[in-house]
């Protein structure tokens, strides 16, 4: 699987947007960017994934660059429960052994 | 619709004895995981079912046995617990092949005196 790059930590105002950045330049055409968030300790949560395309769900969007190299994840009213560590992992589905978890963005979400 | 569980919670081992951590899904899904998470690093996985009767290695397999018991169930055994293995401990399993997300247990907080 593609190794990510993303910022340590970020910080953003209650009711703004945040977004994350991520870096995945060697990412191959048959790998997905999955986000996850990791809240104080519980275990890692599912956000959001995609391929080519912009994604939405309820929970966040994901911009992903015409060339692939690197994604954004949009949450566009971040509130105090939004304060977690989001993770951008590049995974070929196919392939379960090499998933790679990097140590996330800490995003802290301020009053 | 509890998803995914996990039992213990909480453990502390001394050097040398044995424990099994449990996981349990009700979701359906055929492909389970077991990663461990230290302070500093990221989830790093154990071992790994994709099927039932099936179980692989992962990145950090040594010290380690699992046992996927049946769709539902799949879990890990120390033999010999180290205090190296004092970590977190959480069992994912994963949704459909084509979009691959993985569903996490609250994890199992493991200490090895």
């Known amino acids: 699987d593609a190794k990510t790059t993303q910022p340590t930590s970020m910080d953003c105002a209650e009711g703004r947007a945040a977004n994350l950045p991520c870096n995945h330049s060697t990412i191959s055409g048959n790998e997905y960017v999955y986000w996850y968030r990791q809240i104080h300790s519980q275990g890692p949560q599912y956000i959001i994934h995609g391929l080519k395309n912009n994604e939405t769900n309820e929970m966040a969007s994901l911009i992903i660059t015409e060339d692939r190299k690197s994604s954004t994840l949009i949450l566009p009213h971040a509130t105090l429960r939004d304060t977690a560590v989001y993770y951008c992992?590049?995974?070929?589905?196919?392939?379960?052994?090499?998933?790679?978890w990097g140590l996330g963005t800490s995003l802290a979400v301020n009053p | 619709n509890a998803g995914v569980t996990q039992t213990p919670k909480f453990q502390v081992l001394k050097t040398g004895q044995s424990m099994t951590l449990q996981c349990a899904q009700d979701?359906?899904?055929?492909?389970m995981y077991w990663y461990r998470q230290d302070p500093g690093m990221g989830l790093r996985l154990i071992y790994y079912s994709a099927s039932e009767g099936t179980t692989d290695k992962g990145e950090v397999p040594n010290g380690y046995n699992v046992s996927r018991l049946n769709k539902r169930e799949f879990s890990l055994r120390l033999e010999s617990a180290a205090p190296s293995q004092t970590s977190v401990y959480f069992c994912?399993?994963?949704?459909?092949?084509?979009?691959?997300?993985?569903?996490f247990g609250p994890g199992t907080r493991l200490t090895v005196t």
């Open positions: 979701m359906n899904h055929n492909s």
């Open positions: 994912a399993t994963v949704g459909q092949a084509i979009s691959y997300e993985q569903y």
């Open positions: 992992i590049a995974h070929y589905a196919g392939n379960n052994r090499k998933l790679i």
